[in-house]
């Protein structure tokens, strides 16, 4: 299996700041590699595909980058309705397997 | 507007089999990759397996042969069976569309359409 270890696992942030996630792969995964947003009690978002592509409608605030088995996920300037848990997702091999998610809160 | 809704037993006792189906309103399950992912309270994320319209499958290993997913397309929805189940199996269950996207190194595939999830529990 593919392990996906994100940190930090937990972060807190204030309106305004910019938010970084990193997303590490046990091994290569080129850019086989999703984000998705997740609010309490509520399915998970794409936001991200193929490492660096926004999803139609996901707001420009929101970008990736990486390959390898390195990733990023920023948020250039967080608003209020961006506190929630960041999963990251490797799509390279067979076994499809998510990181353990990052949770962003309010400072 | 493409929606998916899962349906099926909140309560499941351990030994038997978990049983859930997941209906897309809004277009055609005759295309794309269906899938199941599963999330216990407080966990992350757990891919269970996925399906095309054809009816090829491919699973997580990790079920160890418990999980069949099947498709129906007269009926526009596509099941999750999962045997034997314990404790270990509690989470919420999500269904969720797999769209294949070119890309320059490769096919990336992504769920980008979700149900809104059903809590299973399993106990006695």
């Known amino acids: 299996d593919i392990q996906m270890t994100q940190s930090p696992s937990s972060l807190s942030a204030s309106v305004g700041d910019r938010v970084t996630i990193t997303c590490r792969a046990s091994?290569?995964?080129?850019?086989?590699l999703n984000w998705y947003q997740q609010k309490p009690g509520k399915a998970p978002k794409l936001l991200i595909y193929?490492?660096?592509t926004l999803q139609s409608g996901v707001p420009s605030r929101f970008s990736g980058s990486g390959s390898g088995p390195d990733f990023t996920l920023t948020i250039s300037s967080l608003q209020p309705e961006d506190f929630a848990t960041y999963y990251c997702?490797?799509?390279?091999?067979?076994?499809?397997?998510f990181g353990q998610g990052t949770k962003v809160e309010i400072k | 507007q493409v929606q998916l809704q899962e349906s099926g037993p909140g309560l499941v006792k351990p030994s038997e089999t978990l049983s859930l189906t997941c209906t897309l309103s809004?277009?055609?399950?005759?295309?794309?990759?269906w899938s199941w992912i599963r999330q216990p309270p407080g966990k992350e994320l757990e891919w269970l397996g996925y399906?095309?319209?054809?009816?090829?499958?491919n699973y997580n290993p990790s079920l160890k042969s418990r999980a069949t997913i099947s498709v129906d397309t007269s009926k526009n929805h596509f099941s999750l069976l999962l045997s034997s189940v314990t404790a270990a199996d509690t989470a919420v269950y999500y269904c969720?569309?797999?769209?294949?996207?070119?890309?320059?190194?490769?096919?990336?595939?992504?769920?980008?359409?979700w149900g809104q999830g059903t809590m299973v529990t399993v106990s006695s």
């Open positions: 193929a490492a660096f």
């Open positions: 399906i095309y319209y054809t009816g090829s499958t």
């Open positions: 969720a569309r797999n769209v294949p996207r070119s890309t320059v190194f490769g096919v990336v595939y992504a769920f980008d359409i």
């Open positions: 997702q490797q799509t390279y091999d067979s076994l499809w397997t």
């Open positions: 809004g277009g055609s399950i005759s295309s794309y990759y």
């Open positions: 091994q290569s995964i080129s850019s086989f």
